[in-house]
């Protein structure tokens, strides 16, 4: 029911509005077309690609940005509002929230070096959040194989090629120390480092986040190119570099049917592009609201407001 020319006729150029903003942005800030790529992800696993992660705290809603996964992390939110304003203004009512998310990762993915695909719109906004399941869909960086796998099928995608095409989103951004340093000291409370981790990357990242120190530092994704949308990551898993626990898991299960495409997408940027676009359309199609399900918000940060005209028994009309 999506379909990549959904704003021809009614936003035409709703590509170069957010593009715009996105290489804008980039200037004084590097990492957010990572942190763009990233919000539409933690948006699309809790309860579909419907903008909900965007919502602030309501009477009737606890927002998502306070769930674990997001909460001092998921960051954009006021880029995501920069893009909103623009758009409300070149085409008023018609532009929804959660196409902005998904139009901007590709964007990100785009200006960062990686590949260009039709992205299919038309989502409509939630209007509410799912503070709960935010705490539960989303996966997290201590995760073995077996419950990444669980993760991604929870949510109806595949369970090996989706999680190893679309871990690749790490190619670039930045994770903080507190989720790497039991890694380098004490590895599922063996008083040892993870055996996977590479000698050499190990004295690095101990470097970079000592033990009891700054759990909020930031350490880059992809120790060889940082900010660069390609293939690396899936080399850096090969040499032991994976960052977070659940990348090295990709590689370093003894015998997981992930390896071999951990593999391929090492040795053929053409093929890892082709995968990760795939499996980034298959997640933009995680239960999107069309027609006239939910709303197009006019501020990304709240639902709408009701307006319900009334008649009192005066005659007196009104609007609440
Ligand atoms: C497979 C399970 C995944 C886990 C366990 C995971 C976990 C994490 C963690 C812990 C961070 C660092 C957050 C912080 O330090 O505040 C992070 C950052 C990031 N994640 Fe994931 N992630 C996963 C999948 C994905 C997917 C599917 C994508 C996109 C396709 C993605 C894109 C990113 C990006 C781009 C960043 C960096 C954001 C920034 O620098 O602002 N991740 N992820
Ligand atoms: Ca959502
Ligand atoms: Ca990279």
Request: overall charge neutral.
């Amino acid at each position: 029911q999506l379909r990549p020319d959904f704003y021809f006729g009614t936003c035409p150029f709703v590509f170069d509005i957010i593009g715009n903003i996105i290489v804008d942005e980039l200037q004084t800030d590097p990492r957010i077309a990572a942190s763009l790529l990233r919000l539409h992800f933690h948006d699309c696993f809790v309860r579909g690609c419907d903008a909900s992660i965007l919502l602030d705290n309501s009477t009737s809603f606890r927002t998502e940005k306070d769930a674990a996964p997001n909460a001092n992390s998921a960051r954009g939110f006021n880029v995501i509002d920069r893009m909103k304003v623009a758009l409300e203004r070149a085409c008023p009512g018609r532009v929804s929230c959660a196409d902005i998310l998904t139009i901007a990762s590709q964007i990100s993915v785009l200006l960062s070096g990686g590949p260009w695909w039709p992205v299919p719109l038309g989502r409509r906004d939630s209007v509410e959040a799912f503070f709960a399941l935010a705490n539960t869909a989303l996966p997290s960086p201590f995760f073995n194989l077996t419950q990444l796998k669980t993760a991604f099928a929870d949510v109806g995608l595949n369970r090996t090629s989706d999680l190893v095409a679309l871990s690749g989103g790490h190619t670039f951004g930045r994770a903080q120390c507190q989720f790497v340093t039991p890694r380098l000291y004490n590895f599922n409370g063996t008083n040892s480092p993870d055996p996977s981790l590479n000698p050499t990357y190990l004295v690095e990242l101990r470097r970079l986040c000592p033990q009891n120190g700054n759990g909020t530092v930031l350490v880059n994704f992809d120790v060889v190119t940082p900010d660069a949308f390609d293939s690396q990551y899936y080399t850096n898993l090969r040499n032991g570099k994976g960052l977070i626990q659940s990348d090295q898991e990709l590689f370093s299960t003894p015998g997981a049917d992930t390896i071999p495409l951990v593999n391929q997408y090492s040795s053929d940027m053409s093929v890892f592009f082709r995968a990760f676009i795939d499996a980034m359309i298959r997640m933009g199609n995680l239960r999107p609201l069309t027609g006239t399900q939910g709303e197009i918000r006019q501020n990304c940060r709240v639902v709408n407001p009701r307006i319900r005209v009334v008649e009192n028994d005066d005659g007196v009309v009104s609007s609440i």
